[in-house]
């Protein structure tokens, strides 16, 4: 003990109690003061604080005092301050005293995992001094944090056993990654650095130079820093299942059923539960890809949880987003996929709308009773309008044929009126498609009910302000474009784009123009409304009055196809 308080007393080598007191002149405010003072555009201590930084009679205690500091705010150190950063990589800490060293390492590395973009800076600052031990060690602490996820899930090769818990504590960190970066806030900060980019401007440490073309990092990192982080993750996540799923070069059927029955569970638990993710959802999407059965196997598990009355209503209308998304979005979902599950779906949707006219009450439009059948209904609608083109195709007669077989005149004419309650932008491009091909007639229903929507009254400090709930459904869909670059190249070419451009000319936008091909990919262009994310929200933990009372009564469906089974990835050659 006495050993430890006597190195604990000591600063740069001498003893606390016989030296003089350590002397530090600095001027200014302290680092988050003078971060907020920058931010207001108030530069002078900014200015002032790079200048003392750059000090070359710069003393130890002052790196250990300025260090410190900037660890306590290292969050706020994005890219914004990236000179700053550099003049901070700049100080002169190798050959300095143990306590400088110490202290530095541990500012890279809190550094490297909140900020991730100045991973590559570091590296080669650190590369730079090489020959002192200390450099090597401060190397391995900030690759640590990549090398993390990475080595949690080799250990699982080795110990297969607790696989599924692995998953579950690295897919529970990621969604809380997911969900506190917004796909707006994500697209928001790649406009930021696209309008703010100088293309004059060369740093110090310019953290694209030296990447190669396997690794195009110009056009890779993420200006966000948690979706820097997010897609970091992702790449390491897909390329662990990759890996697991292939033995030189070929699916292992059985190693594949095994992960799939892993992140499934990881899925209810989870993924399903979580509200407004936006990529981690992905994982399953790109295993699915690597055989259809695979595919078959998670949209039969969404219908079982829709069409479940012991399910809370909340999840079964999450498990009919999914189910939608994904029929729209999965390349690798053949057109006799998508039939079936719609026939699937229709059938269910009309013995829900017979329940209603049977049971001798009026039936109502009233989401709180009837949540599933409307969700149901809206995954129909998605679904239809990013696949009709490829069930019309080779032979429009019979197309039209099997589209009219679904009757999608009497639901949208039923009394429960899913037209009122869908995303508008769905029931907008739906009743556009269904009339250029005169399959059903919506505006007539659109209109009136346009006529009959009530203006929410909501109070703030400003006052009040009349607004209407465009999406009272709080709907999302689960698969709508990926926005992280490098863990996207995976899922591109698994990737339906929206492209229907001569269906999007039939309505004018907003300000009256007609759709071109500048637009957004999704079809949507932002309509759906951004909502917080809730992370690992279990069935058990959703209050009772959340079921959906008249789901009881809806009757029972069960998949007809027999494809549509997970053993029948081992049968397949």
Request: net charge negative; aromatic share 10%; proline share 5%.
């Amino acid at each position: 003990k006495q050993g430890l308080f006597q190195r604990s007393m000591e600063v740069d080598g001498r003893d606390f109690f016989s030296s003089p007191p350590v002397k530090t002149v600095r001027f200014g405010g302290s680092v988050v003061e003078t971060l907020a003072k920058h931010k207001q555009g108030d530069s002078g201590d900014y200015e002032l604080l790079k200048h003392q930084l750059a000090d070359p009679d710069i003393k130890d205690a002052q790196i250990i005092n300025w260090l410190q500091e900037f660890r306590s705010c290292v969050t706020q150190l994005t890219k914004d301050h990236e000179q700053l950063i550099y003049t901070v990589l700049r100080l002169p800490w190798v050959g300095r005293s143990q306590a400088v060293v110490e202290e530095y390492m541990a500012f890279l590395g809190n550094l490297v995992s909140a900020q991730t973009v100045y991973l590559c800076a570091c590296l080669k600052m650190v590369v730079s001094h090489f020959t002192p031990s200390s450099a090597l060690v401060s190397l391995q602490l900030i690759t640590r944090y990549e090398c993390y996820v990475h080595n949690l899930l080799r250990v699982t090769t080795y110990i297969p056993s607790i696989r599924r818990d692995v998953l579950e504590v690295i897919i529970g960190m990621m969604l809380k990654l997911d969900v506190s970066a917004s796909r707006a806030d994500i697209e928001e900060a790649e406009e930021n650095t696209v309008q703010n980019q100088d293309p004059t401007e060369e740093g110090l440490f310019d953290m694209d130079e030296d990447m190669s073309a396997d690794h195009p990092s110009t056009t890779a990192v993420m200006a966000h820093p948690v979706a820097e982080r997010l897609d970091t993750l992702m790449a390491v996540l897909m390329a662990y299942v990759k890996d697991v799923c292939h033995v030189n070069g070929s699916l292992h059927v059985e190693r594949t059923k095994d992960l799939y029955k892993d992140l499934l569970s990881v899925f209810d638990k989870l993924i399903l539960p979580t509200h407004a993710s936006c990529h981690v959802q992905y994982t399953l999407f790109y295993l699915c890809s690597f055989r259809l059965a695979l595919a078959e196997a998670f949209l039969d598990h969404l219908w079982k949880i829709l069409q479940s009355p012991s399910q809370p209503a909340v999840l079964r209308q999450a498990a009919a987003g999914y189910l939608g998304s994904f029929l729209a979005r999965a390349k690798f979902i053949p057109v006799l996929t998508v039939r079936a599950c719609l026939d699937l779906l229709l059938s269910w949707i009309h013995r829900y709308i017979d329940s209603q006219d049977s049971s001798g009450t009026q039936a109502y439009c009233d989401i709180s009773l009837h949540g599933p059948f409307y969700t149901a209904c809206q995954a129909v609608f998605y679904t239809l309008i990013f696949r009709h083109r490829a069930m019309l195709e080779g032979n429009m007669k019979k197309g039209l044929e099997y589209l009219q077989s679904l009757n999608l005149e009497r639901v949208v004419m039923c009394q429960l009126n899913p037209l009122k309650v869908c995303l508008p932008s769905v029931t907008n491009m739906f009743a556009a498609i269904t009339r250029k091909y005169q399959v059903v007639f919506c505006y007539t229903i659109i209109e009136r009910n346009n006529r009959h929507v009530l203006p929410v009254v909501r109070s703030s400090a400003g006052g009040d302000s009349v607004t209407t709930n465009t999406n009272p459904l709080d709907s999302f869909f689960p698969f709508d474009p990926y926005l992280l670059r490098r863990s996207g190249q995976l899922i591109e070419p698994l990737y339906q784009v929206w492209e229907e451009l001569a269906d999007t000319e039939l309505l004018p936008d907003k300000t009256g123009r007609q759709g071109s091909r500048e637009d957004e990919d999704d079809f949507l262009c932002g309509e759906t409304p951004q909502a917080e994310g809730i992370v690992g929200m279990t069935p058990n933990s959703y209050d009772s009055n959340l079921r959906s009372p008249s789901s009881v009564g809806s009757p029972p469906i069960s998949f007809q196809r027999p494809f549509y089974v997970l053993k029948s990835i081992c049968s397949c050659p």
